[in-house]
């Protein structure tokens, strides 16, 4: 790996459950994600708490479950709610191994009864002086919310996100209809890291027999070097999503 190259990875974890939601994966989810050597990870779905799973799971960690991902691999890390209901919580995060300078939380929820945010950090590259931004993202399933979060995710962006600076936003976009890319690259000029290395997007959803186009890496001021689902037996096992992986090389 070169110098200034950096490796992002995207996941919807699910919960820390299986696609049946009869088994508790976070530890097995944990070796997974350890095992591709990202640098930086933006997750979704990820438990912040849950008052009864912690009684019927031996296993259930204490805390955030951000937190207990992160422990001696991943120093810097940040979690947002997006989702909040009687027993718990659940929401994004973002884990990294360079120092998260910064994070906010937005709430990009058209309806009370569809809670989303997006989780933007500013993360302190160790060879550059520029500010890497980065924005972990979980979009809606109807057309209408997408909509109106793109149009909040772009207004954001051109507020807060130098032009000059680098930027990563990736996630779940549930983008059904394929409008990111559009939106993105008209307004943003973001491109998407599969896509530009493929000439297509990556299917990673559901996991065991990957067919919808559900996740994404956009990116601008780096190159990509590599992108796709990492090679690991078991990631269909663990959640109901695959990851996506990409490597960057950045001035």
Same mark, same amino acid.
């Given at each position: 790996m070169s110098k200034n190259q950096l490796r992002i990875l995207t996941y919807n974890l #699910? *919960? $820390?459950?299986n696609t049946s939601n009869r088994q508790f994966t976070l530890h097995p989810i944990r070796d997974a994600l350890v095992e591709t050597n990202a640098d930086i990870m933006l997750l979704q779905e990820i438990q912040g708490e849950h008052s009864k799973h912690g009684l019927i799971h031996d296993t259930w960690p204490e805390g955030l479950h951000s937190e207990f991902l992160a422990k001696d691999v991943w120093p810097h890390h %940040?979690? $947002? *709610?997006n989702a909040i209901y009687e027993v718990g919580h659940h929401g994004n995060a973002i884990l990294s191994k360079f120092p998260l300078i910064s994070w906010e939380n937005i709430n990009v929820s058209p309806f009370t009864? %569809?809670?989303r945010s997006l989780l933007h950090g500013e993360v302190q590259l160790p060879w550059s002086d520029d500010i890497l931004h980065i924005i972990c993202? #979980? @979009? $809606? @399933?109807?057309?209408i919310e997408r909509r109106k979060q793109f149009s909040l995710l772009c207004d954001r962006i051109? %507020? #807060?996100v130098p032009d000059s600076a680098p930027l990563i936003i990736a996630g779940d976009f549930n983008d059904w209809t394929g409008q990111a890319e559009k939106r993105l690259a008209q307004r943003l000029h973001l491109k998407e890291a599969y896509r530009t290395l493929h000439n297509r997007y990556a299917r990673t959803w559901p996991s065991w027999m990957p067919m919808l186009k559900m996740d994404r890496i956009y990116y601008r001021g780096m190159e990509p070097t590599l992108c796709g689902r990492p090679p690991h037996s078991s990631w269909n096992q663990l959640s109901d999503h695959a990851p996506l992986i990409a490597a960057f090389d950045l001035p």
């Open positions: #699910h *919960k $820390g459950f %940040a979690y $947002g *709610k009864w %569809a809670s993202i #979980h @979009l $809606g @399933l109807t057309g051109q %507020a #807060h």
